[in-house]
């Protein structure tokens, strides 16, 4: 069984910089699909980002492109999210999650992930 523990979440100051990451124990995440969700207060968890597992395959929600970008480190079992130019709609709780799924690709459908950190609250301010 996996555990993820996610950290780097905070306030700061619309127009800022936040890092997320997101640390893996109990089994490698080697070979598997990595993704970012997220979860404002009475809304639905969204797709933010993922990336397949050698990091040549990335995707990203329209909302976040060209601000964030996600990347890991496999030897350290470790995926990261870097968010910049932070807006107040990127409020939310982020999760990290392991897909289920391998391959060459990466998976932006919460139903292909099977494992998930516990959030780490992101709270940008105007």
């Known amino acids: 069984q996996v555990q993820l523990v996610e950290s780097g979440g905070g306030l700061v100051q619309a127009g800022g910089s936040l890092r997320l990451s997101c640390a893996a124990s109990?089994?490698?995440?080697?070979?598997?699909?990595m993704g970012w969700f997220r979860q404002a207060p009475g809304k639905e968890r969204e797709f933010v980002a993922c990336?397949?597992?050698?990091?040549?395959?990335?995707s990203y929600a329209d909302s976040v492109k060209g601000r964030f970008t996600i990347s890991r480190d496999n030897a350290k079992n470790t995926v990261y999210l870097q968010m910049n130019s932070l807006k107040p709609e990127d409020t939310a709780v982020y999760y990290c999650?392991?897909?289920?799924?391998?391959?060459?690709?990466?998976?932006?459908?919460?139903?292909?992930?099977?494992?998930w950190g516990q959030g780490t609250q992101v709270t940008v301010s105007s």
């Open positions: 999650a392991k897909s289920r799924l391998y391959g060459s690709t990466c998976y932006r459908a919460i139903e292909d992930y099977n494992h």
């Open positions: 109990g089994r490698t995440l080697n070979m598997h699909s």
């Open positions: 990336i397949n597992w050698n990091g040549a395959s990335t």
